[in-house]
């Protein structure tokens, strides 16, 4: 059975001064803090959920797709299967799909010239060239639909588990949807795992055959500390935004999509990016090797065993509200013995106004050795008599 065990007694010990501490955070009411229908916005530092609103609803890409493609040529430049010299010929294929003559977003690649990685990526990033996007696709990988599998491949290796993927530039394709939890963890994975890379995102402008555009960003200009990432629009979903802007030394990663125009879309990303800033606290809410709970031992020496962290549990706390924070730990038990110390035994599951802000592994604190001969006995007994009360509660 899932077992739920509440210590909220202790969380509000922390907040009350009583511990040393740290942070949390989701409003009563989202509706009051932005428009915008799908939202995800997390503490890089921390990995606190500040606010989610349907993050984990299929949504149709757009450009948004490039991130996808870029961390696959990131990725295959830190293998050195490529280098940013490497050149890849513009085929009719990118040309008429993603280049002038398609009327969609494009860096307006000559047909048979040879830009080199580093240029199409600053294509594709800069100014979301759908032409930069299929060069580098069929050059890494022979054609549009293999660099898809391989899209799709890094999104399963990393995790993404509501995304998928039929083509490089995010153009409408059937079967192709995205979540926004998805994106906001690849926008994480990006900023963190390719700095030689991430400044491309926060270029103000990019020259390709004599045209200069500038970046697409609508946070870049707006000085609330945004360095990245892409924005995509369809009719269908709307006007979407998959940004980061770090302030003070606090990173923030944000995700919206669903909004009526791109003016509504800069003002609610700006928005949120402000509250998000200005209406939380860190708070240090365990530190490494506290003891945060325990959890029942069947047949031990022992009735229960501690639980404990590995590391620093660290949280945004909003200024007000904090009063409301819960954290449970959840196990499936009870646990039989014997139990190693470090074996991964549970998980707590913080809480704040029915939102779940975090969950983090939890860890046996000390062994537990297998009870004697009586022991085990009178476990077996508690356990028939009372383990049946676990199929209804």
Known sequence: MRRARQIACVIFGLLCGLYPAASFSAP???????IAPQVLLIDGGSGTILLSKDADKPIPPASLAKLMTAEVVFDALKRGEISQDTPYVVSEHAW???GAPSGTSTMFAKIKSSPTVADLLQGMIVQSAND????LAEGLAGSESAFAERMNERARALGLTGSHFVNATGLPAEGQVVTLHDMVKLAKHIQSSYPEYYHYYAQPEFTWNKITQRNRNPLLPLKVGADGLGTGYTEASGYALVGSAEQNGRRLFLGLSGLA?????????RKLIQWGMNNFDRVRLF??????GSAEVFGGTQAHVDLSVPDDVELLLPK?????????ILYQG??????????????????LNGSVLKKLPVFAAK?????TLSQRAFGAVKELSTGWLRKFF
Do not use: H
Request: cysteine-free; charged content about 35%; proline content about 3%.
């Open 96 to 98: 008429r799909t993603g």
């Open 367 to 371: 062994n537990v050795e297998t009870g």
């Open 320 to 328: 007000r509200g904090r009063e409301r924070l819960k954290a449970r």
């Open 132 to 135: 930069g996007a299929i060069v």
């Open 28 to 34: 009563e009411n989202q509706a009051d803090v932005t």
């Open 261 to 269: 125009s791109s003016k509504d879309r800069a003002e609610e990303a």
């Open 334 to 351: 009870p646990i039989a013995a014997p139990v190693k110390a470090g074996a991964q035994l549970a998980e707590i599951q913080f809480e």
């Open 287 to 292: 530190r490494a090797g506290e003891v945060v």
